[in-house]
């Protein structure tokens, strides 16, 4: 399946980017939101890792601009986030995303296969 | 004012003549006079201010006019002028003649300036003091003179009465009677004891009906004092008697004022008017107290009566006065006490050396017992110090002049104290005396530093909460980059090893992150919930680790882990302000001791946490005040003096309770206790 990273912290992405590729994954990183936006659009992902705070366009502000466009897209956003506070579950849904992922991340692996569940489930 | 008059006895002409101009422009009126004689005859028809003599007169020496002036004109001061200075002389003129100066010739001009303005004051202060003096004595001679005359008329009469002996023993024995009537008057301390004695002394008129006595008090109100059976009863006067000066007998307006006061009918009567001198003036004709009596008074037996009474009138009068002037003292003293008892602040009046002149009765340390400590010094009766309070303005405002502020402890108590410089005696010059204020602010002074606790806390957390989110974002990376790599890492040589090192210390960091985000979380959105006390060392210790660096520390945690209901979050606080306290205990590097157990008491199970440090232990003298609020040991700014108090509160607050055993230079234990309270399995 088709991955797209977007997050501002390096090391975020390239963790994430390794485990997806080792299970033999398509992965596509963005640095930020706007990059993020041009991405989406033109890659078509099955799955969205998607950062709350970010320079430019935030997490929830990119999922504004780019679902009413995407009307037939079939792919799934995990939203991520080191203010656990500030959303969960709930008010991830929401904004538009399926899953809500607090940072750090406890296994990463274990994030790996829930993606590749909420794939299947689609 | 009048001139002050001054004598100068010399029997040389120049000297006076340079008297006179040495005196010129002065206040002074100087009269001359060459001979004794002369002097003589001024001094016994002028009064002077200051007398000089001359000890070498012809006829007669300085020291012997002297000693004339004294007897003749006792108030005058005298001064001796002399040529030689013979011890025999001035010998004689202090012993005869009572010499307030001597002057030698030839004098020095300001110099004897200087002594005629202090001879002067000193006249002035002798006449002063002699008015003064008369005043004072002039009611009691008063009495005296009655009490002596009436001796007078005693030994008079006795003799007269030779002829007759039965009569002469009769009125011997009345005038005893009139004398310790008097000596009675003067023993009365109230109205009531007086209209009692006149009850008992008109006793043999058996006609006559107890009597009535109407007065005007201090405030003008008019009252009137009467019998009811037994009792005695003071009210106010519905209105004015009649105020002439003069007795009365069943006259139309005292029957109308006594049946209008009593509301019944009075037939006859009778109105013996008291003058009293310290409401109306010698000459005025108002006589603003009365007696009255009801009476059924045969005409033969009224002036048995009025003699009776009139020989008692004065002595009644001048007690009357008394009684009530003493009275209103008292009430008015009496006003102002209770006054100042009914503020709930402590008050006193110290003077210079912070004795007390006068307390309310809050200042006393027991408020209860009322006994006013005086001739003690304030302090010494505020919190039983032989040295003033730290922080006591007295002596400032004293300096001063102007009211200052400062803030004394009394035990655990904190009070704001308000000194008022004040001049008790209208004519000193600077203040003698200082109005100490109390107001306890240990209530609000505990409110406002726990907001600043806790606002300190609030503005940590937020900042800790900034951080540890912060941190978040490169910690997510690390730990998972680790875990992605130690999937591909081949199992053979170190890397891997390395690799998981990298994963648990990430693992250790995302830890410690939550603790502090726990730790800094506000009170609002914390609850109480069931955690063992393990974990709440466990959990607080990372954040305590750079203090106790220094020293070595041993850990003993218990095997089982009962839980206790706590708020976590604040418990942690009491472990962390624990162990940092015991770590600030220690100078130089020693041993600190956590450990847990467990124990069982007729009062159940308890989870129990021990804090033991090696440090410099605890005085016997305050350990009973570690645990109050803003008790600190700590330098200013290392310590809020909060800590232990919190600690208390919060453990007390779950519960349980915290113990302290500490021996001087060997160390510290602090205990927690807190109830196990087990999971209930639904």
Partial sequence: MKILIVDDEPLVRKSLGRAFKARGHEVSEAVDGTEGLARWLESTPDIVFLDVLMPGLSGPELLKEVLPRLRDWKGRVIMMSAYSGEHNVTTAQQMGADLFVPKPFDDIFALVSKAEELFGRR | ?????????????????????????????????????????????????????????????????????????????????????????????????????????????????????????????????????????????????????????????????????????????????????????????????????????????????????????????????????????????????????????????????????????????????????????????????????????????????????????????????????????????????????????????????????????????????????????CHKVLTGSDTPCRGCPIEDALKSGEARKGQIKRGSRVYDVSSYPIRLEPTDDKATNVINHYVDVTA???????????????????????????????????????????????????LKDDVREVEKAAERSQKIIENLLDFSKGEADTKQMLISLNEIVRRTLPMIKTAMREHRSEMSLADDEPTVKVEPHLMQQVVFNLVNNACQAMKDPGTIAIDTTTESDGGGRWSVLHVTDTGVGIPEDIIESIFEPFFTTKEKGQGTGLGLSMSQQVVQKFGGEILVRSAVGEGTRFTVRLPVVEERLS
């Fill in chain 2, 1 to 377: 004012m009048t001139e002050h008059k001054i004598l100068w006895v010399d029997d040389d002409p120049d000297v006076l003549q340079s008297a006179e101009r040495l005196f010129r422009g002065k206040p002074w009126t100087l009269v001359t006079a060459t001979t004794a004689p002369v002097a003589r005859d001024l001094i016994l028809r002028e009064n002077f201010a200051v007398i000089v003599a001359d000890q070498g007169l012809q006829a007669a020496s300085g020291v012997d006019l002297l000693e004339f002036a004294k007897e003749k004109s006792p108030a005058a001061s005298r001064i001796l002028l002399t040529g030689s200075v013979e011890l025999s002389v001035l010998e004689e003129a202090v012993n005869r003649g009572h010499v307030f100066r001597f002057v030698s010739k030839p004098w020095e001009n300001e110099q004897l300036l200087v002594d005629i303005s202090k001879a002067i004051e000193h006249h002035q202060l002798k006449i002063t003091q002699s008015s003064l003096l008369k005043e004072v004595s002039s009611q009691n001679r008063q009495l005296e003179r009655l009490t002596s005359g009436l001796e007078q008329i005693v030994t008079e009469r006795t003799i007269t009465a030779e002829d007759s002996k039965i009569e002469a023993e009769a009125k011997l024995s009345h005038v005893r009677e009139l004398v310790r009537f008097i000596k009675d008057l003067s023993n009365l301390t109230s109205a009531e004891e007086l209209l009692n004695l006149i009850r008992k002394e008109l006793k043999s008129f058996h006609e006559l009906r107890a009597p009535v006595l109407a007065y005007v008090v201090a405030d003008r109100t008019p009252v009137i004092l009467f019998f009811q059976g037994k009792q005695i009863v003071e009210r106010e006067a519905r209105q004015m008697w009649s105020t002439r000066s003069r007795m009365r007998i069943n006259e139309h307006e005292d029957r109308v004022y006594l049946a209008n006061e009593f509301g019944r009918p009075f037939v006859k009567t009778l109105a013996i008017p008291l003058k009293r001198r310290a409401v109306a003036p010698d000459s005025s004709d108002e006589a603003p107290a009365t007696l009255f009596f009801e009476h059924a008074l045969p005409d033969d037996k009224i002036d048995p009566f009025l003699s009776f009474i009139s020989e008692r009138l004065q002595p009644l009068s001048i007690a009357l006065d008394r009684i009530l002037l003493e009275v209103h003292l008292k009430s008015t003293s009496l006003q102002w006490e209770s006054t100042f008892d009914g503020i709930k602040d402590p008050i006193a009046i110290v003077d210079i050396d912070y004795q007390l002149v006068r307390a309310n009765r809050h200042f006393s340390r027991d408020p209860a017992s009322g006994s006013r400590i005086f001739e003690l010094t």
């Fill in chain 2, 444 to 494: 609000s002074r505990e409110l406002h530093g726990r907001m600043i606790q806790s606002e300190k806390m609030a503005a940590v957390g937020l900042l800790a909460g900034n951080i540890a989110h912060e941190l978040n974002n490169p910690l997510t990376g690390i730990r998972s980059l680790a875990q992605v790599l130690l999937a591909e890492v081949p199992e053979a040589g170190t």
